[in-house]
């Protein structure tokens, strides 16, 4: 099962971009790794998914290196809002071979103005 | 909004207790999971139901049980409740990839069910 580590909390200001790392040392070659963010007593929001390489979407960019053992979310220009919890999570939901899925621990990230 | 919907939002029971929280899937998704997410923590994730079986379990004792219905909508049933199965449990929806086809599976979270058991 990939364990994964974050860092627990971090700090910004508005307008910086922010690059959020995550270790997933014994991802399996199914395991794809997704990225959410949640505000208190919310469900966590899809922000973006990946396999390899990069991942770009309107809000945030994913790097994946060739080991795939580790993952960097990236929020460019963040603003107040982006104060969130974001989770990490490595695993294979397909339908086909559903694996138990295991999210980090989180981490804390604040945006200052 | 994910078009996920969770019932009730808020809860409270005593130990001993049963429990039954419901989910409806966004429209079109046939696969549902559910998390438990205790304060301060990530979801953990406890089983997922595809058209109606259930299909991977995470560490959860046998008490935690769950359905799915032909409308893809599901619950989750938990016996004999204990003070640590206070938490935030969440649904997710998705659409595997029919045929196989794509590897993405992306999960839609409902908004939750805070349970309390005193």
């Known amino acids: 099962l990939a364990k994964t580590t974050q860092p627990i909390s971090m700090d910004s200001y508005e307008g910086q971009e922010v690059n959020i790392t995550c270790s997933h040392n014994?991802?399996?070659?199914?395991?794809?790794i997704t990225w959410y963010q949640q505000f208190p007593s919310q469900g966590p929001r899809f922000i973006i998914q990946?396999?390899?390489t990069k991942v770009t979407n309107e809000v945030a960019s994913l790097f994946i290196p060739a080991d795939r053992k580790s993952s960097t979310l990236s929020l460019p220009r963040v603003s107040l809002s982006d104060t969130a919890v974001y989770y990490c999570?490595?695993?294979?939901?397909?339908?086909?071979?559903?694996?138990?899925?295991?999210f980090g621990s989180g981490t804390r990230l604040s945006i200052r103005p | 909004e994910t078009g996920v919907t969770q019932s009730p939002t808020h809860l409270i029971k005593t130990r001993g207790q049963q429990v039954t929280l419901r989910c409806s899937s966004q429209?079109?998704?046939?696969?549902v999971s559910w998390y438990q997410q205790a304060l301060g923590q990530g979801p953990q994730f406890i089983f997922q139901y595809y058209r109606e079986e259930e299909n991977g379990r995470g560490n959860f004792p046998p008490r935690f049980s769950g359905l799915q219905f032909p409308n893809y909508s599901s619950e989750l049933n938990v016996n004999a409740l204990e003070l640590d199965d206070s938490a935030l449990y969440l649904c997710?929806?998705?659409?595997?990839?029919?045929?196989?086809?794509?590897?993405?599976?992306?999960?839609?979270f409902g908004p939750g069910t805070r349970l309390l058991v005193l």
């Open positions: 997710a929806s998705s659409l595997p990839p029919e045929g196989g086809g794509g590897r993405f599976e992306t999960q839609y």
């Open positions: 429209s079109g998704h046939n696969t």
């Open positions: 999570l490595v695993g294979d939901i397909r339908r086909s071979s559903a694996s138990k899925i295991i």
């Open positions: 014994n991802i399996a070659t199914n395991d794809y």
């Open positions: 990946g396999y390899k």
